[in-house]
């Protein structure tokens, strides 16, 4: 089993930048792919940014690319989203997850985290 911590949410303008953390424990979360995910009130889940177990292979939804990055750091065992050029309608409770195969949806993923708040303001 994995288990899966994110942190680095909070409240910031428009244009702003936050780096959010996923710390893993349990099972090596070196030998997983990760992505990240948000959820905004009243909406379903949206894929924002995936990479795979080796850090090779990256993919990012079309809303999020250019503006977010995704990196993770085996030693520590913890995965990042640095998020950039903020705009109010990315507030959204954000999750990262993990699973034995790349994918922009959430069926694959396996282990999930408790989220953490991200509020844009304009």
């Known amino acids: 089993q994995v288990q899966l911590e994110e942190s680095g949410g909070g409240l910031v303008q428009a244009g702003g930048s936050l780096r959010l953390s996923c710390a893993a424990s349990?099972?090596?979360?070196?030998?997983?792919?990760m992505g990240w995910f948000r959820r905004a009130p009243g909406k379903e889940y949206e894929f924002l940014a995936a990479v795979s177990w080796s850090g090779g292979i990256t993919y990012y939804a079309d809303s999020v690319k250019g503006r977010f990055t995704i990196s993770r750091d085996g030693p520590k065992n913890t995965g990042y989203l640095q998020m950039n050029s903020l705009k109010p309608e990315d507030t959204a409770v954000y999750y990262c997850?993990?699973?034995?195969?790349?994918?922009?949806?959430?069926?694959?993923?396996?282990?999930w985290g408790q989220g953490t708040q991200v509020t844009v303001s304009s």
């Open positions: 997850a993990a699973g034995g195969v790349f994918s922009n949806a959430t069926d694959p993923y396996d282990y």
């Open positions: 349990g099972r090596t979360f070196s030998s997983y792919a």
